[in-house]
């Protein structure tokens, strides 16, 4: 976090270009500049608030100056309005009775066009494992424990399984949680090595093969297998056997390397499922080693040509260590080099957990933010379909990103200024909801902590 945040608050961080806003600067008790007589600015003297477009590069002469004083309050404010998108500088300087001048500090804001200006930032994952496949956590307590680490959103995605995701949903049915918990299941069919996540589809689409786990669990029970209570009816090997043949000779295959003609076949059959039950397909972890490349070179190239997923997991934290630019550096050069052939995939980072406590070194290493207008899974999908997604890779420590470089740009400065302050906010939430779980807090405290993160929301984000 920006070392000036413990100090000082600054609010919105964010708002739109070419509407003035007036801009807040709280200066906290902590701080060598606060004289102790009152909480925040000095009542004597006046301030000047330099704003400046970081992107203007760097000339001092292209400040624009706000003479001010403190209010009643101790607070300080400008009217400002941002000509152009991007991170723009706020210097304050103090002037005393005799126009003596001090440097007080330099904070950082955030204004941006429209298309961005509507949306708020989520931060999410799309793969998560629970102990109902080969994950550490019972569903529940995955979900606390992702809130806690920061999550916005989360889809429980479990091998072969889609149950334990309506399990985690329904821990926390009678309360008003700020986490959205999504739907979801790793698909993982017969004829195919390729693993598909199906993050937010009605319907389990491993349940639809009678030797499934998730059918040999739980059947047709469609409170188990369906999110809203519908599904196609579960096929027999034999059945699915001859729909994989249909495909494989419509002519949709044409093209895929001779050896993958089936496996293809079978994933263009799970994708269609995954979006007709309004899910976001998503091609997992094509360059995850074990041993080998979980596809092929020559199929994943033709597999992102083709692009039959919606969005495709850039980064994914179940990389082994020694692997992990092995998997996930590549993973990313391939997506820049798709772009220079015309196809720009929507993307996402998961962690692609197996254990969510810190015992796992990787547990929250890759997340996504998505710039979406609200906290629900069809609007999240929408955004990452019209790319409005990167994905954040902190396996080093520091954090890497990729994406557009507008967005990138943007989520580098939410992730100095605006994630620390939101994470301290979900480090409670989900201590919170690992007691609701427990039976040790109640369904009003997690609904008082979403009051709180719906207003923390306000405050710093401008929206139009
Ligand atoms: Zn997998
Ligand atoms: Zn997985």
Redesign the pocket.
């Known amino acids: 976090m920006d070392v000036e945040l413990y100090k000082y608050d600054i609010y919105p961080k964010v708002f739109p270009v070419n509407c003035e806003t007036e801009i807040t600067i709280r200066m906290f008790g902590d701080n060598k500049n606060y004289t102790g007589e009152k909480d925040g600015f000095s009542q004597s003297g006046y301030y000047i608030v330099m704003l400046c477009h970081v992107d203007s590069g760097n000339d001092v002469s292209k400040y624009e100056k706000f003479r001010t004083t403190a209010g009643e309050d101790g607070m300080l404010r400008v009217l400002y309005t941002a000509k152009a998108e991007g991170e723009h500088y706020v210097c304050i300087e103090h002037y005393d009775e005799r126009e003596t001048r001090t440097y007080v500090v330099m904070l950082s804001v955030y204004a941006l066009e429209e298309d961005l200006a509507c949306r708020i930032p989520l931060r999410g994952d799309f793969?998560i494992?629970t102990s109902r496949s080969d994950g550490g956590e019972v569903p529940g307590l995955v979900c606390a424990n992702y809130r806690k680490a920061g999550y916005d959103f989360i889809v429980i995605?479990d091998?072969h399984r889609y149950y334990p995701s309506l399990e985690a949903i329904a821990a926390y049915k009678d309360t008003d949680a700020a986490l959205h918990i999504i739907p979801g299941e790793?698909v993982h069919l017969p004829n195919t090595m390729v693993?598909i996540?199906n993050a937010g589809g009605s319907y389990s689409v491993n349940g639809l093969m009678k030797g499934s786990h998730q059918y040999k669990t739980c059947g047709d029970d469609l409170t188990r297998c369906s999110s809203d209570g519908r599904s196609p009816a579960a096929i027999t090997r034999e059945e699915y056997d001859r729909q994989i043949e249909e495909i494989m000779e419509s002519g949709r295959c044409d093209g895929c390397p001779e050896a993958d003609r089936q496996s293809y076949a079978v994933c263009l059959w799970a994708f269609d499922h995954i979006k007709a039950g309004g899910g976001l397909a998503i091609l997992?972890?094509p360059l995850w080693r074990c041993n080998l490349y979980n596809l092929s070179i020559p199929y994943t190239k033709f597999m992102l040509k083709e692009h039959p997923f919606d969005a495709l997991e850039v980064l994914?934290g179940?990389a082994q260590p020694h692997q992990y630019y092995g998997t996930n550096g590549l993973q990313s050069a391939l997506y820049y080099e798709e772009w220079l052939e015309g196809r720009i995939h929507p993307i996402v980072g998961s962690t692609?957990s197996?254990d969510s406590t810190e015992h796992n070194r990787n547990k929250t290493v890759a997340s996504t933010i998505v710039f979406a207008h609200e906290n629900h899974y069809g609007d999240i999908f929408a955004s990452v379909k019209e790319r409005y997604s990167v994905a954040v890779d902190t396996f080093s420590g520091d954090f890497r990103l990729v994406g557009p470089f507008r967005l990138q740009k943007y989520a580098n400065f939410l992730l100095y200024h605006w994630y620390p302050i939101h994470d301290r906010l979900t480090a409670m939430d989900g201590e919170i909801m690992r007691e609701y779980y427990f039976g040790e807090a109640e369904a009003e405290e997690l609904a008082c902590m979403k009051k709180k993160s719906d207003a923390m929301f306000k405050k710093y984000f401008k929206t139009i």
């Open positions: 793969h494992h995605t091998h790793e693993h996540v997992a972890h994914g179940a692609d197996h």
